[in-house]
């Protein structure tokens, strides 16, 4: 019995821990920018505190926009942290890139709950800019267009 009792009071400390990690700040993941809205026109980008925003090149590779593409991400996660899944391609479709090459996942689960994460993608050649929001941490990578055409594997929303 005293060895159950020991285990499960290791088991409430760790939860305990794991817990409080989870409320601490990301370290320095954040966006160090200044959020303003991303203009639906590719000249007028938002900038941060006299920055310029990278470029955006049209028909550029992912490789080519990755920066401007982390860029307005960060922007929009920094004004609207809650933002609902279609509403982030919606916002890059503003900000320049193409609405027909993006998808997301869904930002509700089956039951209705919120989503840990949403990533979402937009092809750019045989390339997918993929980024992710989750937790108040926003990442990204360049990873292939899979077999099927698409970035990212599942039930995805699309813009049309």
Not at 51 to 65: H, K, R, S, W
Not at 90 to 117: I, N, Q, W
Not at 132 to 153: E, M
Request: charged letters at 20%.
């Amino acid at each position: 019995m005293t060895a159950v009792a020991l285990a499960v009071a290791m088991v409430l400390s760790l939860t305990a821990c794991l817990a409080e990690s989870e409320h601490e700040a990301p370290p320095s993941a954040t966006p160090s920018i200044t959020p303003t809205a991303p203009s639906a026109d590719p000249e007028t980008r938002p900038d941060s505190e006299g920055d310029e925003a990278p470029d955006f090149l049209p028909d550029g590779t992912a490789l080519a926009n990755k920066d401007y593409f982390d860029y307005v991400n960060q922007v929009l996660f920094g004004q609207q942290p809650g933002v609902a899944d279609i509403e982030i391609l919606a916002m890059l479709e503003a900000a320049g890139f193409d609405g027909s090459a993006m998808e997301v996942t869904r930002g509700k689960t089956p039951t209705g709950r919120d989503a840990e994460a949403i990533e979402f993608a937009v092809r750019a050649h045989d390339d997918c800019l993929i980024g992710q929001w989750g937790k108040n941490v926003y990442t990204s990578y360049i990873a292939p267009v899979l077999a099927d055409g698409s970035c990212l594997i599942g039930n995805t929303l699309t813009l049309r």
